[in-house]
């Protein structure tokens, strides 16, 4: 859809693309390319006016999970801790400027290497500029810094070792998921 008219209270899965290289703690790094996942996202039905006059609209990220078999990664939300974002309109004006705009989100996921399931302490942040339809399909969100992993029981602990770090990742929208509804048959 690319009519910011429609954008404010909706809700939109999409399936997802990822890139990314990570750095183990113990030597090493991973590099993954093309790590099938789904997203899950609703959009705020009321929207902010930024001081110099653009339209925002607060996100939440209802669903992320992504696969990779071998090395075995999976890479779920974590639902214990906040999962949110941003649509921000590129120009001034009000709701039907929302598009084009800069998408992007702060993110907390469980991460589960071969079966040790990590987490991040800091959200993981991610960023698609010149977003030109909702769901962003087609944009490619970056990886804004790195991203430190702990294990998963470790994670609120301060002196918990770093176990893995996202380096770099790149995440693309390919297509919109239309879920069933049920016709009442």
């Known amino acids: 859809m690319s009519n910011p008219m429609q954008i404010l209270g909706s809700t939109h899965y999409a399936a997802m693309l ?10 090493g790094s ?17 929207m902010q006016m930024l001081p110099d006059g653009r339209p925002l609209a607060n996100l939440t990220r209802i669903l992320t999970h992504f696969h990779w078999p071998d090395p075995g990664i999976v890479i779920e939300q974590n ?17 039907a400027q929302l598009l084009p705009g800069t998408a992007s989100f702060s993110q907390h996921i469980i991460l589960t290497f071969n079966g040790r399931p990590l987490a991040n302490r800091e959200p993981l942040t ?21 991203t430190d992993f702990y294990d998963l029981g470790e994670v609120d602990n301060p ?9 770099a990742c790149k995440a693309v929208v390919v297509d919109e998921i239309t879920l069933p509804t049920d016709s009442g048959a």
Not at 18 to 27: E, K, P, V
Not at 79 to 95: A, F, Y
């Open 18 to 27: 990822a890139y990314g290289d990570f750095l183990l703690a113990g030597g």
């Open 79 to 95: 639902p214990s801790k906040p999962n949110t974002g941003t649509l921000t309109g590129n120009s001034p004006g009000g709701q």
């Open 30 to 46: 991973i590099h993954c390319d093309a790590i099938q996942g789904i997203s899950g996202v609703v959009t705020s039905d009321a």
């Open 159 to 167: 002196s918990a070792q770093v176990i893995a770090s996202l380096c």
């Open 126 to 146: 991610m960023t698609a500029e010149n977003v030109t339809a909702w769901p962003p399909v087609g944009s490619s969100f970056i990886l804004i810094g790195q």
